[in-house]
């Protein structure tokens, strides 16, 4: 099937702990995006990437680090987690360009206890 | 603030009625999206107007664009149980990367 894929779906862990998100596209597309919804649904783009550069970063704290090994991967790592982490995190990928839509992976709920 | 914001945040409706939500931004844009979000899921993609198009149709969906009061609005018509889900708005400006801000969405609620 032509999609977006992330695993895990859900991650649960403890404050403090390392975690990695990935992210897959079989689209061809060459733009890549990380986004974090919270828990009052507002979606907020955290990173883009085009052709494996990062292009976008919205102020997200350094603990997040996204990483591209080519482009229809994008892996999002998270140092040192916190509470207020916790949220629903979309991939997403396009073709360049202005006029193009985002096709969206299905999310991982990440839950910091 | 967001950059979209929707009106209204919920909205609650029978079977074959009409559904109407509206996006207001803040600054110019390029173009303007709306995506679908069903419970646990993915955002999918119904339709985009470019800022020069005033109105455009896709099967029951309508969407018009005022550029001179910033603001958006999506009709759904005779509204189906499967229309149930929180649908956003996202503007596209003219800045690098592709950059979507999504509004905080309104969630849609058909009755059978």
């Known amino acids: 099937d032509t999609a977006v894929s992330q695993t895990p779906k859900y991650l649960v862990t403890q404050m403090g702990n390392d975690k990695s998100i990935k992210c897959e596209q079989n689209l061809g597309h060459d733009t890549m995006y990380w986004y974090k919804q919270d828990s009052k649904k507002f979606l907020k783009i955290m990173f883009s990437?085009?052709?494996?550069?990062?292009?976008i970063n919205e102020t997200v704290p350094n603990r997040f680090s996204p990483k591209s090994p080519d482009k229809a991967h994008l892996n999002l790592h998270i140092n040192s987690l916190e509470l207020g982490d916790s949220a629903v995190y979309f991939c997403a990928s396009s073709p360049s360009g202005t006029y193009n839509e985002q096709f969206f992976g299905p999310g991982t709920r990440l839950t910091v206890l | 603030s967001q950059q979209g914001e929707e009106d209204p945040q919920a909205l609650s409706i029978q079977e074959g009625e009409n559904a109407t939500m509206n996006c207001s931004y803040k600054t110019s844009i390029n173009n303007l999206q709306w995506y679908r979000q069903n419970s646990g899921r993915g955002l999918v993609h119904l339709i985009l107007?470019?800022?020069?198009?005033r109105e455009k149709h896709s099967g029951r969906l309508r969407v018009t664009l005022d550029t001179s009061k910033k603001s958006s609005s999506l009709l759904i018509t005779a509204s189906r149980a499967a229309d149930t889900a929180s649908y956003f708005c996202a503007t596209r400006t003219g800045a690098a990367g592709n950059k979507l801000t999504f509004g905080g969405g309104t969630r849609v609620l058909v009755k059978p």
């Open positions: 107007i470019r800022s020069n198009e």
């Open positions: 990437y085009n052709n494996k550069e990062l292009i």
